[in-house]
């Protein structure tokens, strides 16, 4: 397929304030795993004062520092309409720890200022005094399909969740959304939220096909995506579910 042509628009949200646990890496597998299958990927990287485009198939916002979530949430507040609108359209939306926080409702970070978010997804989130760090085991049912996501967190960030969205998983390990109902992330339709990072998808090839799997459908593509051998993909996550298991 030709680059003038490709199969999936990823537009890439703030990767210079929102790319702290190596966000790039997630976009990479998303890439080599269409690249694999003889399908593209386009990315277009938006900054602060950027226009958000309407016509991509998957939207990514990564984790980010209090002090740059806080640049970033108030130029994503002006101009979030189109990302809305596309996601309202059937558009993939993937928000990683800050990223997350900033799809819901609002953030308050630790010095007590209050960040808005965009509303995308029906959470809010409020700094607690301590952080939620280690690794993080879950249960995560998608496409009517249950699975093990593995990853690791860091975040001040408490987050609870209103009636428009559903836990992404079930912790078997960690703290997640705030370290008290068990549950991890947030799923409206094809919006997700999650605080796990590290990077998220190269250990988690199944999830990461879920999302090619949606946004492909969105862009109008089969959705059905040809089985890849990930053997050091399995590792990866096998290697991960251990060490989270001995540390707890
Ligand atoms: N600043 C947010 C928090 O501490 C998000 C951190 C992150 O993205 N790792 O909760």
Redesign the pocket.
């Known amino acids: 397929m030709s680059a003038a042509n490709p199969s999936i628009k990823l537009c890439h949200l703030y990767p210079d304030h ?1 790319n ?2 190596a966000d790039r890496g997630n976009i990479a597998v998303f890439r080599r795993r269409l690249e694999w299958r003889g399908l593209s990927l386009e990315v277009a990287e938006v900054g602060l004062g950027d226009p958000i485009p309407a016509d991509c198939h998957l939207y990514y916002l ?5 002090r740059d ?1 806080m640049l970033v949430a108030e130029d994503l507040a002006q101009k979030a309409d189109s990302l809305l609108d596309a996601a309202g359209d059937g558009a993939v939306v993937l928000g ?4 997350y ?1 900033l799809l819901g409702h609002s ?1 308050m ?2 010095d007590g200022r209050p960040m808005p978010g965009i509303g995308l997804l029906d959470v809010e ?1 409020t ?1 607690g005094a301590s ?1 939620l760090i280690g690794d993080v085991v879950l249960e995560v049912t998608l496409n009517g399909l249950t699975r093990t996501v593995v990853g690791y967190e ?4 408490r987050t609870h969740l209103g009636g428009g969205c559903t836990p992404l998983g079930r912790l078997r390990r960690g703290h997640g959304n705030n370290g008290d109902d068990r549950c991890e992330g947030a799923v409206a339709g094809r919006r997700v939220g999650t ?1 796990l ?1 590290g990077p998220l998808l190269p250990k988690n090839p199944w999830l990461a096909d879920i999302l090619l799997g949606w946004a492909l459908d969105h862009a109008g593509h089969t959705s059905e995506l040809k089985p890849l051998e990930d053997d050091l993909e399995k590792s990866a996550h096998a290697v991960a579910a251990t060490r989270a298991g001995k540390r707890r």
């Open positions: 929102m702290i646990y990564g984790g980010g520092q209090d979530q990683v720890c800050g990223g926080q953030y970070a630790v989130t700094a952080r860091n975040h001040a960030g605080y990072h």
